[in-house]
C-alpha cells in the first residue's frame, strides 16, 4: 500500500554430522574443531560449526512519493523531476544465531584429549554482550565462558565437550543493509541506473568468538569484531 512492499521470512535449522575437518576446513567459521581420536568418529557427532539455528529476514522497499503522479512534487517541472522523482528504497534486516563454540584446551597432560571435561553449571557467563568481554583491559571482570564449568581432561582421557556445541554460541548477529535506486531513462530500452548502496547502516558491532582454549590466561575473552564498519558504495549501470 503507497509504494511499499516487504517481507518477513524466519528459519528454523539443525546441521549435525561427524564430518571431519580434513574435508571442510575452508567451512569452518569458528576455528578447527579436529577430532580428539580418529579411531572413535562417532564420538565426535556434533552440531556442525557452521550451524544457524534462528534466522530472521525482513525486506521493504519503498517506492518514495515524489514526483510525478506521486503523493509530492505532482507539478514539478521536467528537469527537476528528473532530480527528485522515481527514487526506489529498500531495506534488507537480518538477524541470526551465534555460531557454535569449538573448545580446545592449553596445558593438558600428556595423552590427554585436546577438548575440555564439562562438570557441570552454566558454560556461559551471564549479562549483555558488552559486560562479558572479558580481561581488565575492557574494564569487565568476567568473560563470555565460564571457566567453573570445565577441567582439563586426564591422560588418557577424551574431553566430553561436544566438538561444536550448540550449548555455548557467539554473540547474535545483526546485519542492516539499505540502498537507494533511480532509474534515468534515456531512449526506447536505454536507460541509466543510479545506486548508492549502504552495508551496516547503523554502524552496530557483531562481537566475533571469544577465545575457547580452556585453561589459557585469555580464555573467554572476546577480542575480535566479525563484521565490519558501514561501508557505503555508488554505482551507476548502462541498460541498452
Keep these: 500500500?503507497?509504494?511499499?512492499?516487504?517481507?518477513?521470512?524466519y528459519v528454523w535449522s539443525k546441521l549435525l554430522g561427524n564430518v571431519s575437518d580434513l574435508t571442510n576446513g575452508f567451512l569452518n567459521t569458528t576455528g578447527n574443531p579436529g577430532y580428539q581420536n580418529f579411531y572413535f568418529p562417532n564420538y565426535e557427532y556434533s552440531t556442525l560449526a557452521?550451524?544457524?539455528?534462528?534466522?530472521?529476514?525482513?525486506?521493504?522497499?519503498?517506492?518514495?512519493?515524489?514526483?510525478?503522479?506521486?503523493?509530492?512534487?505532482?507539478?514539478?517541472?521536467?528537469?527537476?523531476?528528473?532530480i527528485v522523482g522515481g527514487w526506489e528504497l529498500t531495506t534488507i534486516i537480518d538477524v541470526y544465531s551465534g555460531f557454535p563454540i569449538s573448545m580446545s584446551v592449553t596445558g593438558a597432560p600428556a595423552f590427554a584429549g585436546t577438548r575440555p571435561m564439562y562438570i557441570g553449571g552454566n558454560p556461559q557467563t551471564t549479562?549483555?554482550?558488552?559486560?562479558?568481554?572479558?580481561g581488565l583491559a575492557y574494564g569487565q571482570t568476567q568473560g563470555y565462558l565460564n571457566p567453573a564449568a570445565f577441567v582439563l581432561p586426564l591422560s588418557f582421557q577424551l574431553g566430553n565437550v561436544p566438538r561444536s556445541w550448540a550449548a555455548i554460541r557467539g554473540p547474535i548477529n545483526f546485519d542492516d543493509n539499505a540502498s537507494i535506486i533511480?532509474?534515468?531513462?534515456i531512449h526506447d530500452q536505454l536507460g541509466v541506473e543510479f545506486r548508492a548502496e549502504a552495508f551496516n547502516v547503523l554502524n552496530k558491532v557483531n562481537?566475533?568468538?571469544p577465545n575457547a582454549q580452556y585453561n589459557s590466561s585469555t580464555f573467554g575473552q572476546i577480542t575480535s569484531q566479525y563484521n565490519l564498519p558501514r561501508n557505503v558504495?555508488?554505482?551507476?549501470?548502462?541498460?541498452?
Excluded: E, M
Excluded at 500500500?1 to 521470512?9: L, N
Excluded at 558504495?233 to 541498452?240: M, P, T, V
Design 233 to 240: 558504495q555508488l554505482a551507476l549501470k548502462l541498460h541498452f
Design 50 to 82: 557452521t550451524d544457524i539455528r534462528h534466522r530472521v529476514v525482513g525486506t521493504a522497499t519503498w517506492d518514495l512519493p515524489v514526483g510525478h503522479n506521486k503523493r509530492f512534487g505532482g507539478n514539478l517541472p521536467g528537469w527537476a523531476n528528473q
Design 127 to 134: 549479562g549483555g554482550y558488552h559486560d562479558r568481554l572479558g
Design 207 to 209: 562481537f566475533g568468538l
Design 182 to 185: 533511480k532509474q534515468f531513462p
Design 1 to 9: 500500500k503507497g509504494g511499499v512492499s516487504g517481507s518477513v521470512s
